[in-house]
């Protein structure tokens, strides 16, 4: 397989990870699509710049907040709807069970929305992604002070808005 | 003066649950101490809150790949001098262009981009185009055994042109011949835009034997060169406009092309609006 082949192939395998990093930073699955579509045109167009033997993952979460900054972050063009919700799989599931369950993801989803932005990003990064607070603050170029204190006032604030609405942590 | 924080202090800070000022203080002690930074991190370890906000995000992980992700991948890194006519019915057929149109040359929409110089260097490209595309390094502008001077330097961003050339895109006309010290006699052949609308031309240089065609783009402080390729010189005073190039750089202005060259008037207007 020729680099190139073999490159395409590990961007591929990381575009779900790249859709739901995207999609804690803007907010509903279509604006994520751009965001993902523009950083993998941009990875394309940009590639002698990747160092090979170097971490591609970082390289390309990288892109993606960048291009999500310098092109997509804005009001969105389509507000409202948790459209994560379409996703789950019907078949097969309890019923109570599932309903209980998908409100309780829809709300920290909420959750995660309304904090800001410089806070999901690292949620993005650390907890879903689960790069080590190094590499977060790395990729972000912050000191890694600010990462883990954003970070934690994320949490935080996670924690006393689930609480309120009765989703344990 | 160092502080000592025990892991409660450390799980208060992790938990936000500090005021503001131990907050910071944490904070900076953080940055200063990467032993009680790894301490931090191992208490965080085993959070419900994570898994929780994985979960809530899960169904989006295992979703299937959108087409559109996939196409996105399917671009220029490999594109050659072979495969631009696929890449030109792909993209045509799916409705990104007008197809064909008077004299060859046609309009399109198409995000499509002729690669970058270093991208060039990977796979299929460099057989193909051995005769002709140089990838990175020095390529002179005559015959081997002459002493030609370089036509391309390599840059960190990709080939440079000489200050000589860069003068002559930015004031020659199309069809005026151009003497090149050192390099040997020039002409653009033609101007035009690229989908960005920056203006682009293509010119060869001829020095004893040989011919040098290329096209550059020009960008906000330089020409960039975006192909080179190398023929024998034309016999006597007849060339079509850009007919005889190498075959190189006529893929490479089929490809960037958008719409048709331009008209003397708009060439003109172009050249004085810098």
Redesign the interface.
């Known amino acids: 397989m020729t680099a190139p082949d073999q490159l395409r192939r590990d961007l591929t395998d990381l575009i779900p990870r790249l859709r739901r990093f995207a999609r804690v930073l803007a907010g509903n699955v279509a604006d994520a699509d751009d965001v993902v579509q523009a950083s993998l045109e941009k990875a394309m167009r940009n590639l002698d710049q990747w160092q090979p033997g170097t971490r591609l993952d970082r390289w390309m979460f990288t892109i993606a907040r960048n291009v999500w900054i310098d092109e997509c972050r804005r009001v969105s063009s389509r507000p409202g709807h948790d459209d994560i919700s379409e996703l789950y799989d019907l078949a097969g599931d309890d019923g109570e069970d599932i309903v209980l369950r998908r409100s309780r993801d829809r709300a920290i989803r909420a959750a995660v929305e309304v904090l800001p932005e410089d806070q999901r990003v690292l949620v993005a990064l650390v907890v879903m992604e689960g790069y080590a607070y190094r590499e977060a603050a790395d990729m972000l170029d912050l000191p890694i002070g600010t990462v883990m204190s954003r970070l934690s006032r994320a949490k935080a604030a996670l924690a006393k808005h689930l609480q309120a609405e009765g989703v344990a942590p | 003066m160092t502080a000592h924080f025990s892991d409660e202090d450390l799980r208060a ?5 500090l005021d503001d000022a131990a ?1 910071a203080r ?6 200063a101490d990467p032993e009680l ?1 790894e301490r ?2 191992r208490l965080l370890a085993g ?4 898994g ?6 899960a ?5 299937p ?2 087409e ?3 196409a ?7 594109a050659s001098v072979t495969d631009l006519a696929e890449a030109r019915r792909q993209r045509d057929g799916a409705g990104g262009g007008a197809g064909a149109g008077p004299a060859g040359v046609r309009n399109r929409a198409s ?1 499509w ?1 002729w ?5 060039l ?4 490209m460099a057989a193909s185009l051995a005769a002709g595309l140089v990838l990175g390094g020095v390529f002179t502008a005559g015959d081997r055994t002459g002493a030609g001077d370089a036509l391309a330097l390599a840059g960190a961003a990709g080939p440079t042109l000489p200050a000589a050339v860069g003068q002559m895109l930015d004031t020659a006309a199309s069809g005026q011949r151009v003497r090149l010290a050192r390099l040997g006699e020039g002409e653009v052949i033609l101007s035009f835009r690229n989908v960005d609308q920056a203006l682009c031309r293509q010119f060869s240089i001829t020095s004893g034997a040989a011919t040098s065609d290329a096209v550059a783009c020009r960008s906000a402080e330089q020409w960039q060169l975006e192909a080179l390729g190398k023929r024998p010189a034309a016999a006597g005073e007849m060339r079509t406009a850009g007919g005889d190039a190498a075959p190189a750089v006529i893929a490479a202005v089929d490809g960037l092309i958008d719409g048709d060259p331009l008209e003397a008037e708009d060439e003109r207007a172009a050249l004085n609006a810098r």
């Open positions: 800070f992790l938990g936000g649950q907050m944490v904070e900076a002690a953080l940055d930074a931090a991190e959070e419900d809150l994570d929780l906000l994985r979960n809530a995000y169904p989006l992980l295992a979703a790949v959108p559109r992700l996939l996105a991948l399917a671009g220029p890194a490999t995000a981009r690669p970058r110089f270093g991208a260097q990977f796979g299929a």
